[in-house]
């Protein structure tokens, strides 16, 4: 008896380590863009998700408790992961961020996540762009704050909150850098634009050459880039707005060649307008050094004549863009 109670008490204790060791996984997707998602921490892949025979992605596995990133090969998904949570995920994935939910153990942590999600697509990181070094500045450290004291009310895991404060610093690290950068691309405006000469989606290669005579709107961009995404039906209605006038609109993307098949599908699945173009060496081609991006989405208008009207110019979201287009194609 006393060896069958031991026997007992070594199963229970090591069921319960299992659960902790391990974590729970289930998403249900409307409308899924694949069969497979991806549980993703940086560049590597944690786990790998397929779909059972009633569309339902669901697996345990272990994990380091911290920030992943779920995708599901054209939607990414900020995720805070932990051994012993049991995380069901819904969503329509022709809604992506609008519809993702999280429910059971840790889905607190998630849809603050969500939440935040929507909350940086309202905000107006334009107007803050548009400001001087000083309001700049100040507006950076006010949403800092803001930021802050809305994740310390929200009573969540004390990890959680630790990391996601460091992922908060550095997204304003690199919102600082960008507009350094674009400081910088204002220097650029009124100088002639260097020449690119790319291949075309439809078939044979494009230059910037081949379009002198009318204004063009660049958008330099990549399929795995959400805010690049986020564009596209605001660059679709600009296209359709503008159809007959004397701009082209060109879309040039620094993915890199082992994803060439990748941009091919999702220019044809996604119906993208206007001229689609394939950078020649990525982020090291010679117009994309030029203008010193490293960071995408970013747009460049060029005049008639081959020069740089801006080096950094207002996204389609940004009323502003039809406003200066308006004035220039009159």
């Known amino acids: 008896m006393k060896n069958r109670i031991a026997l007992l008490l070594l199963v229970i204790f090591s069921s319960s380590v299992s659960a902790q060791d391990n974590m729970a996984f289930q998403a249900k997707i409307d409308n899924k863009n694949g069969d497979v ?16 025979s009633k569309g339902v992605f669901k697996s345990t596995f272990s994990v380091k408790e911290g920030m992943y990133q779920m995708f599901d090969g054209t939607e990414y998904a900020l995720l805070f992961l932990k051994n012993g949570f049991d995380l069901q995920v819904t969503l329509d994935a022709k809604a992506f961020d609008k519809t993702i939910k999280f429910a059971g153990k840790g889905a607190n942590e998630n849809n603050y996540l969500a939440q935040e999600t929507i909350l940086e697509q309202q905000f107006g990181y334009q107007n803050l762009l548009d400001s001087d070094e000083e309001g700049f500045q100040k507006g950076v450290e006010e949403k800092k704050k803001a930021d802050f004291a809305r994740l310390d009310k929200a009573g969540l895991d004390p990890l959680f909150v630790q990391e996601h404060k460091k992922g908060v610093e550095m997204n304003f690290m690199g ?34 050459e081949s379009m002198k005579g009318k204004y063009v709107y660049i958008d330099v961009w990549a399929t795995w880039c959400g805010p690049c995404r986020a564009e596209i039906p605001f660059l679709k209605a600009a296209e359709e707005k503008y159809h007959g006038k004397n701009i082209e609109f060109v879309s040039i993307s620094v993915d890199v060649q082992k994803d060439y098949e990748k941009w091919r599908t999702f220019v044809t699945e996604k119906g993208l307008g206007g001229i689609q173009l394939f950078a020649d060496k990525n982020w ?25 009207v801006d080096a950094d110019a207002k996204r389609p979201s940004n009323p502003k863009l039809s406003e200066q287009l308006d004035s220039l194609l009159k």
């Open 37 to 52: 998602i991806y549980i993703k921490q940086g560049n590597t892949t944690i786990k790998e998700i397929k779909a059972d």
């Open 175 to 208: 919102l600082k850098q960008y507009y350094k950068q674009m400081s910088a691309s204002k220097k650029l405006n009124k100088s002639v634009a260097p020449n690119f000469d790319y291949e075309n989606h439809k078939g044979g290669k494009t230059s910037l």
């Open 284 to 308: 090291q081609s010679d117009f994309i050094t030029a203008f010193g991006i490293n960071s995408i989405p970013r747009f460049i208008l060029i005049d008639p004549n081959g020069i740089v």
